[in-house]
């Protein structure tokens, strides 16, 4: 068998390392979370750990780690039970694991003989080990919501197909994820201890060592495993002299107050920061052989503990900068009123709210239900550019080009973003695929692969057996023609098309800059609907898809912010962009639903009929159409209104527009 990477041998990676060796000496912390690029050994470190973690005593004729006095899936063990010695399992989660086999069900061998027995899964493997998730953003919310509740209780409950069990699984939880593919819920990214960003070293030193270890273990991984051998030796002797002097290690008072004041000041949400930060703090100490906490120690325990637990918004894009933990922890205290940038203004004013000391900074920390009028909150300031004067040409737009930031500074931005997040909460048409009906809801015969089962009942002919419920149900009545198919439940992510006019018509009397805030509104809905967002923009001669679906949100926000206007009002060929983007997309996910929403002046003439036909495509292709019109101004064409009728959609008008005067016919 070929040996695992060493521990001792990755380079480059310090606070990952020390991460892992904090949570190696006392689970307790929480676990790690490792995000960053691709090819910076987060896997690789991970696996590397498991072996140096010290051995765990079991119960001998136990199949996993269950000890004396623990309990195990099959009742409690006996505490005087013959005990071995076993080294500490390393489980790994996929993404595409099912609920079964995280959590365990019947054992189908056993229950074809006619006994109901139950079978194990991971989180029972996983007991006193470490459960290593990889990709851990891209994992199924109903998966994500069973881990967090054994990670925090330290048991798993299985209720599921005539099988009621109960054990133990305390187990040291490891993600590792890339920011690019998805950002992380936010439950589960505070239940994470740890939180640790891997780069790329930059030194050419650095990487060039990387470079020369990597080709040496390639070449013989066996000699090179054992030049290191006595280097993880120490290690893994570090992680057990660590746990013995744990208990001995004190924390001062003044150490302790340094900690819970930087935790307010940096905005972190209730305690947990606190007492991950002091526990750390405990462990570094001890890996150190000292027996009290220093301020070293706090600062570095506070770095890994509280960077990703700040509140930012999730549509911001920027990095949470490091420094603003150190001055929350050189604070003497005596001046609460001063925060660092984007602190939680409730040190010293009494606030819960997390939001900045000046009032305008953003509630980042978005559960899955938070609602998208959110965007009404956000932080972003930046001064739009001057109105201008709208060309009286209807027929050409303006050439120029220019940029408008969000108006989000603006009067009244409730009424400017309220209406288009309605638009996207009309009754919408039944699903095309097997999801869920609603965007979050339950089916008695959905089979969307994003929705768990949660129940069974008589089969009518639908093709989603229930498989387990289906053999019990024939090995109790005896009937060899009983069927039952799945109950399923879940929040189903539906594909959302924005679809923007950038003409040059759309820069005039900041229109586009409403548009920008109408937006990023929508974003936030998407982000907590956890909805696929693609963004199409048209203007001059020509569409292009500026922001492609199952990029990071991030981007999106981005993208939109850096919107320009300019040139004519290609409209036809943005809605066709629009369709074919979404029939690429339903090619390879045929049961998620596709929304699009098309905001548009429709200031161009369309003598040819282009624009009915392209509207009529998307309608077709898309499940919804929903079409913001921002025309205003006392001549109108209202092309905005027969495109929607073209797509059997309704025209709603962008919040904050004057009543229309008079239209102007089409020739």
Known sequence: MTPGYPFSAIVGQQALLEALLVNAVSPQVGGVLVRGERGTAKSTAVRALAPLLPAVLVAADQPFCFGPGDLAP???????????????????????????????ALDLGRALAGERAFEAGLLARAHQGVLYVDEVNLLPDHLVDVLLDAAAMGVCHVERDAVSVRHDSRFLLVGTMNA???????????????????????????????????????????????????????????????RKRLPRVRLPERELARIVRA??????????????????ARVLAALEGCDEVSAEHVRRAAHLALVHRRRRDPLDGSAT??????????????????????????????????????????????????????????????????????????????PSETREAPDLAAPAPRERLDAPERALSVALPAPRGRGAGARAGAS?????????????????????????ATLRERLLTGDPQALRCNVRAGREGALLCLVVDASGSMGARRRMARVKGALLGLLRDAYARRDRVAIVSFRDARAQVVHPPGAPLQDAARAVRDLRTGGRTPLAAGLDTAAELIRRERS????????????????????????????????????AVHVIDTEEGPARLGLARTLAAAAGAQAVPLPGMPSPRRSVGLA
């Open 588 to 623: 390879r996910d045929p049961s998620r639903r596709a929304l699009a929403v098309v905001l548009t002046d429709g200031r161009a003439l369309d003598r040819s009929g282009a624009v009915a036909r392209a509207a009529a495509a998307l309608g077709r292709m898309a499940d």
């Open 180 to 242: 690019e593919e998805g950002e992380l819920r936010p439950q589960l990214l505070d239940r994470f201890g740890l939180g640790v960003e891997v780069r790329a070293p930059t030194d050419p030193e650095t990487r060039a060592e990387i470079v020369r270890r990597r080709l040496a273990y390639e070449a013989d991984p066996v000699a090179f495993a054992l030049a290191y051998v006595e280097a993880d030796a120490d290690v893994a002797a570090r992680i057990v002299a660590a």
């Open 74 to 104: 099959d009742g409690p063990v006996d505490p005087t039970v013959v005990t071995q010695p076993r080294p500490a399992p390393l489980v790994e989660l996929p993404v595409g694991a099912t609920i079964d086999r995280l959590v365990g």
């Open 321 to 398: 900068d490091p420094a603003d933990v150190d001055r929350a922890l050189d604070e003497d205290g005596e001046r609460p009123e001063e925060l660092p940038p984007g602190g939680n203004a409730r040190a010293g004013s009494g606030d819960q709210t997390g939001g900045a000391a000046n009032g305008s900074g953003p509630s980042s920390d978005l559960p899955a239900s938070v609602s998208a009028s959110a965007s009404r909150d956000h932080p972003d300031a930046a001064d739009a550019p001057s109105e201008t004067r709208e060309a009286p040409n209807l027929a050409a737009d303006a």
């Open 263 to 280: 935790c307010a000041q940096v905005g972190v949400d209730g305690m947990r920061g606190d007492l991950v930060t002091a526990r750390a």
């Open 444 to 468: 008695a015969r959905a089979a969307g692969r994003a929705c768990a089962p949660i129940d069974s009942v008589p089969s009518t002919g639908d093709d989603d057996l229930a498989l387990v």
